[in-house]
T-cell receptor
């Protein structure tokens, strides 16, 4: 079993829809990362959170430490949001070695 | 300001050859990370440097893989006797000091390695 599981693996939606991507992990963590990867490989860090909720523009990330679960939400989705979204957690609490989920490929159609 | 850069962007080599992949981190970032990403998968940790020393090299798959960061800035990932299974995108990231909790990592564009 992978330490980090994401769902769904693929998601296609229409422009304007509310998007939710889920991440469950099995290790104890100090912080969880959400990353965005566009075609061509570039990875951008979206959020790093250790509790509660963070918001940046149309992106919202939440985490429930007790349930070992995090969600990434996109409101008013747009075709430019199409990318692979990856969550990552440190394998050992406080360590820098990250374990990554397999990614969720999001396609937003106009 | 300049982000993390990686060279070359693409590398095609033959099985058995030696390759070097270079990473230039963001200036002033003391922590540097190497990852490998196979098609359709999330990145996989290889090695993490804090300054000049490898703080964690537990992700290196075998002794054909080696990485250095002699002056605490640029890092080189070296792969000896390449195998077709080494084909992947090799990603580098850097962050401010990793010794006091998790830090945001800034990723380079990656080097796409193809071993024929």
């Amino acid at each position: 079993k992978n330490e980090v599981e994401q769902s769904p693996q693929n998601l296609t939606a229409q422009e304007g829809e509310f998007i939710t991507i889920n991440c469950s992990y099995s290790v104890g963590i100090s912080a969880l990362h959400w990353l965005q990867q566009h075609p061509g490989g570039g990875i951008v860090s979206l959020f790093m959170l250790s509790s509660g909720k963070k918001k940046h523009g149309r992106l919202i990330a939440t985490i429930n430490i007790q349930e070992k679960h995090s969600s990434l939400h996109i409101t008013a989705s747009h075709p430019r949001d199409s990318a692979v979204y990856i969550c990552a957690v440190p394998l050992i609490q406080g360590a820098q070695k990250l374990v990554f989920g397999q990614g969720t490929r999001l396609t937003i159609n106009p | 300001g300049a982000g993390v850069s990686q060279t070359p962007s693409n590398k095609v080599t033959e099985k058995g050859k030696y390759v070097e992949l270079r990473c230039d981190p963001i200036s002033g970032h003391t922590a540097l990370y190497w990852y490998r990403q196979s098609l359709g998968q999330g990145p996989e940790f290889l090695i993490y440097f804090q300054g000049t020393g490898a703080a964690d090299d537990s992700g290196l798959p075998n002794d054909r893989f080696f990485a250095v960061r002699p002056e605490g800035s640029v890092s080189t990932l070296k792969i000896q006797r390449t195998e077709r299974g080494d084909s992947a995108v090799y990603l580098c990231a850097s962050s401010t000091s990793g010794t006091s909790g998790m830090k945001t990592q800034y990723f380079g564009p990656g080097t796409r390695l193809l071993v024929l």
